[in-house]
């Protein structure tokens, strides 16, 4: 009964958000599912529509319903930029493994508090918190930029032109493919002072990770690692989850593995790489979605997203926002 009363809450909540995720990275999957190997049971819970009933496409030419969020330097180096715990691998599924396996699928809604916050943020940031899960920061005139990687369109180079220019830092996060078909990009990104986060290796879609036995999970995130461990000897600490689609087991295992789950606050519909929003309206609502401790979302296939940032970054700093790296800043409000 204790289970099910969980489930049915957590199923709510996913109700009351819209659903997003990292779609653009679809189409360089190779296999939606990978194979237990272990005794594991995978979660029995099913995919939950969004709020317009919508689902999810499978490569970045698919339509999407948007989610609306409206919807400090460090040193070049090859090693990781984060202070935190070297993620590694966990055994205990005992316990993981009796805790609620349902999809919970997180996009910001439309609907804004007094501080220009998406207003279904706390109930989630409460509730995952203690498994080093946020969706938003904590401190005051910081935001934080973030890219998803799942295939190079040919902007990435210039998103790092204009954050060198600027002397912004951001997160990439990158798949496996991502990281064998563009090394050279990824070396760039540790060169330049950048975060370099694990968006899993396999990227699994239709319930991503909420699909796969909980030691599958742990085999996937952990090839990526240990693959850019050894190509690049950095340690990568930030995950994000592929779709966006995350459980309670999947929370607690990424937090004992030592990783901070980054959601985010904002994102808006920029993935599909042929049909881009207008720069003037992407830009508009960029910057007037900001607010503090902001994880913006955005994706680096965006033709639109690379023309506006160094304009989104002129007038976010005007309005008197620092940029920063996620894990210099979590610990104090």
Not at 1 to 10: D, E, R, V, Y
Not at 183 to 194: A, F, K, N, S, T
Not at 271 to 289: F, L, T, Y
Request: charged residues 20%; negative net charge.
């Amino acid at each position: 009964m204790k289970f099910l009363k969980t489930a049915l809450i957590l199923s709510a909540m996913a109700a009351m958000v819209a659903l997003s995720g990292c779609t653009a990275c679809d189409n360089t999957n190779t296999s939606s599912s990978m194979p237990s190997t272990s005794s594991s049971s995978p979660s029995t819970s099913s995919s939950l529509p969004n709020e317009s009933g919508s689902v999810l496409p499978e490569g970045p030419s698919s339509s999407h319903s948007e989610s609306s969020a409206s919807d400090h330097s460090t040193s070049s180096s090859s090693h990781s930029t984060s202070s935190s715990t070297v993620p590694t691998l966990s055994t205990d599924f005992s316990e993981i493994g009796a805790l609620d396996g349902s999809l919970v699928k997180w996009g910001p809604g439309t609907h804004r508090d007094d501080r220009n916050r998406p207003s279904d943020l706390d109930p989630l940031q409460e509730k995952y918190e203690k498994y080093n899960c946020w969706f938003i920061g904590k401190e005051k005139g910081k935001i934080y930029l973030t890219f998803d990687e799942g295939y190079e369109n040919g902007y990435t180079e210039k998103i790092l032109d204009v954050l060198k220019d600027k002397d912004v830092k951001a997160i990439f996060f990158v798949t496996g493919h991502y990281v064998k078909s563009n090394p050279e990009l990824v070396q760039r990104m540790i060169d330049e002072g950048h975060m370099v986060g694990n968006h899993s290796d396999k990227h699994p879609v239709n319930g991503g990770y909420t699909t796969l036995p909980i030691d599958a999970v742990q085999d996937d995130v952990m090839s990526l690692h240990n693959m850019v461990k050894e190509q690049f000897d950095y340690n990568m600490s930030v995950f994000r989850y592929p779709e966006g689609a995350f459980s309670e087991q999947t929370a607690a295992l990424l937090g004992k593995m030592g990783y901070k789950q980054l959601f985010w606050s904002f994102a808006y519909n920029d993935w599909n790489a042929d049909k881009q929003p207008d720069p003037a309206e992407a830009r508009k609502k960029i910057v007037d979605s900001a607010h503090d401790g902001a994880i913006y979302l955005l994706h680096a296939v965006s033709s639109t997203n690379t023309a506006v940032l160094p304009d989104v970054i002129d007038e976010l700093r005007g309005k008197g926002y620092e940029f920063a790296l996620f894990d210099e800043s979590i610990e104090t409000n």
